[in-house]
């Protein structure tokens, strides 16, 4: 019955163990290191890092994580492996002192052994198990122990000790790193990794179009997931970094927040203020259309704001950068002075495309800018074809969003026509790609510029015309006339005959103002005359009224006088008077 | 003058291979070089500090200190024409 039938459970076995190396970036890979207490095979051909890896998983088990190792070599001296990682920066001898590194050099001559008989490897092991113990060492490298075939020989012997001398490390629980040099098809010269079958990793140095590049694999990583492409790696003074090419998720935080161009009229064109913070964008154009001089604004920009810059210079040095920006008002070499802004140069040739990302990658972890530009990023085609120079890309602004850097790259369109040249697939990767391009008409070279593309916002369509000038760059809007787009000395001629035309229209005006003052003049005077008709008649009309007024009046006089007369005595007209009231 | 020999056989623990390059050892000395040699038994197990300074890998290893050149002869020496000429005793 389905009831009763029980699922036994099974056991949850432990997750394997994983000791981390030190080493930079190998541990991402790995997903925590080389699998604890088991032996790891290193191998590659002559010069390809082998022994310095497996120093620097040694020295850094250390220094880093408190666990003590053996150094067996079979090849280098003690003094001499010391000398040579001091160039790193590594104080082996100190170490030594501290006991936490043991330096055991074996040395074979086989022009002084003679063999007979059966003999084991007892020897090799006490000696190594002494080491081990007399420090309590946590990690153990052999290197190479491939060296004991030249010097003794009986591979029958051999091959048996060397099986069991594994097996012992594996009891003895000691993480180990086996060196191996590669010859030919097989991963190692004596077939190491028969014995070592728990993780293999494969260094590589390669020469292609004779530019080197070093690249290591995770051939074999029993128990354990593990990147299983070939990542590039550096040797430089901070000893390996490894670099994780690519990481697999597109969760990367975005923002919202906008900063500036550099160039105002382009950022009104980006509407609400230029480009997003943590954003990628691509200025492409062909030779000589200012794409470095944008790049520069940009930057300009942002060290006035106080935003850390870094320049990555493929084309030009510096010193040739901050002259040529001088021209066009912009002082990079203040910026530069304080610290905000640091240059990058270098040859696209120095070295392969992933050893250009490892350094970019160094350079940016180090400087920790907000900004970083490069360019050209056209120039590193010389190094590598057009895929490869694209998956390297990818890989960059991959990793400039997950650091929210906002990058400006430059690249040159060597076809004219501009849908055909996709500038090394890149544009379909950036947010935003600003396009300049020359106009050529009426004899002459402009430049015009518009945005192609800019994610995530409205902005403008139009064609601008883009100007440099010692006052720096700008954008003026370009005259669409019936003859098309003009530009140049065609615009400004045809600015001056609007300008011819507006005067004109404004003098046209103006007298039709006079016009208007004269013809209210001419009113006003003629009102006048007709109020002064007026006035004079109004007067002549008031005149016989005042004569009759006073008419009356001396009529009325003359009339009393009369009376007066006739009454005869004018001395008793008042006490007439005064008798009648 | 008749040369000394100094010899050193290095042996891990008394195991039957030790001891049979230690009985052949003894008994081609005794054959050709009676009275002028002395040899030395070192057990690494006992002594494993010591291994490092005869760069010994192999177990049993006979080292021949002087006369000079030194001379290294591992296994169990069973080979007595080899153990000679190793030891220069007898040239080839």
């Known amino acids: 019955m389905a009831k009763n039938t029980k699922i036994p459970k099974i056991p949850r076995t432990p997750k394997l163990a994983k000791t981390p190396t030190g080493i930079s970036g190998l541990d991402e890979i790995t997903f925590g290191g080389l699998p604890t207490g088991r032996p790891t095979l290193v191998c590659g051909t002559a010069g390809c890092g082998k022994t310095l890896f497996s120093l620097e998983f040694i020295i850094r088990g250390a220094m880093d994580y408190n666990e003590p190792g053996v150094f067996m070599a079979f090849e280098e001296k003690a003094h001499e492996l010391a000398t040579n990682v001091a160039s790193l920066g590594f104080d082996l001898r100190t170490l030594e002192e501290q006991k936490l590194i043991k330096l055991d050099y074996v040395h074979i001559d086989k022009s002084e052994i003679a063999e007979t008989g059966e003999y084991n490897l007892d020897g090799l092991f006490i000696r190594l198990g002494y080491a081990i113990d007399s420090i309590g060492a946590k990690r153990v490298v052999l290197d190479t122990i491939e060296n004991l075939f030249s010097g003794l020989s009986n591979q029958g012997i051999l091959r048996a000790e060397i099986r069991r001398l594994f097996q012992w490390l594996k009891e003895k629980g000691v993480t180990a790193v086996i060196t191996g040099e590669r010859d030919g098809p097989s991963l190692t010269r004596q077939g190491l990794e028969e014995y070592v079958s728990d993780c293999v990793i494969l260094l590589d140095h390669r020469v292609i179009d004779q530019i080197s590049t070093r690249r290591l694999r995770v051939v074999k990583y029993r128990g354990s997931l593990h990147g299983t492409n070939e990542y590039p790696f550096l040797i430089d003074e901070d000893g390996i970094s490894v670099l994780p090419v690519t990481s697999l998720n597109l969760d990367k935080p975005v923002s919202t927040q906008r900063i500036s ?11 609400e203020g230029g480009f997003y913070k943590g954003s990628s964008v691509l200025v492409s154009g062909t030779a000589g259309t200012g794409k470095t001089s944008v790049a520069a604004s940009f930057v300009n920009a942002a060290c006035e704001r106080k935003e850390k810059c870094l320049f990555f210079a493929f084309e ?33 040739t120095l070295y392969g495309l992933e050893m250009h990302l490892v350094a970019i990658h160094k350079a940016i972890r180090k400087f920790k800018p907000k900004i970083v530009v490069l360019d050209p990023i056209t120039n590193l085609i010389t190094v590598g074809s057009v895929s490869e120079v694209k998956s390297m890309l990818v890989r960059l602004i991959d ?9 400006m790259f430059t690249a040159l369109s060597l076809n004219t026509i501009v849908n055909e040249q996709t500038d090394e697939g890149v544009s379909s990767l950036v947010d ?3 396009l300049i391009r020359d106009i050529e008409s009426n004899g002459e ?5 518009y945005i192609m593309k800019s994610r995530g916002m409205p902005h403008s369509n139009q064609v601008r015309e883009f100007v440099i000038s010692e006052n720096g760059l700008d954008l003026v809007d370009v005259y669409l006339g019936p003859e098309g787009v003009l530009t140049g000395s065609a615009r400004m001629q045809q600015m001056l005959q609007e300008e011819t035309g507006a005067v004109l229209h404004t003098h046209a005006l103006s007298r039709k103002d006079r016009e208007i003052i004269r013809k209210r003049t001419m009113l006003e005077a003629k009102i006048e005359s007709l109020r002064s008709e007026f006035e004079s008649a109004e007067e002549e009309l008031n005149k016989v009224y005042v004569e009759e007024d006073i008419k009356k009046a001396v009529m009325e006089e003359n009339r009393k006088k009369m009376t007066e007369l006739r009454k005869g005595n004018a001395r008793d007209i008042l006490p007439t008077k005064k008798n009648r009231k | ?22 009985n052949n050892l003894k008994k081609y000395c005794e054959e050709h070089l009676k009275g002028q040699y002395s040899i030395e038994v070192i057990d690494l197990l006992i002594n494993p500090q010591l291994a490092e300074g005869d760069q010994i890998l192999a177990i049993p290893t006979l080292v021949k200190k002087v006369p000079e050149p030194v001379r290294k002869i591992i296994g169990d020496l069973s080979n007595q024409e080899k153990v000679l000429v190793g030891l220069d005793i007898k040239q080839l």
Do not use: C
């Open chain 1, 261 to 271: 161009s550099g160039i105002r009229s382009l950022d009104t064109m980006l509407t």
């Open chain 1, 316 to 348: 030009e040095s510096p010193q040739q950068i901050i002259r040529n920006m001088k021209s066009i008002g912009m002082d990079l070499q203040k910026h530069l002075d304080k610290g905000m802004l640091q240059f990058y140069a270098s040859r696209p």
């Open chain 1, 399 to 407: 990793f400039f969003q997950s650091e929210q850097i906002t990058v």
């Open chain 1, 432 to 434: 935003a790609w600003i």
């Open chain 1, 445 to 449: 070279r402009n430049k015009g510029l």
């Open chain 2, 1 to 22: 003058m008749e040369k000394q020999y100094q010899l050193r056989l290095y042996i891990a623990g008394k195991t039957s291979r030790s001891i049979t390059a230690l």
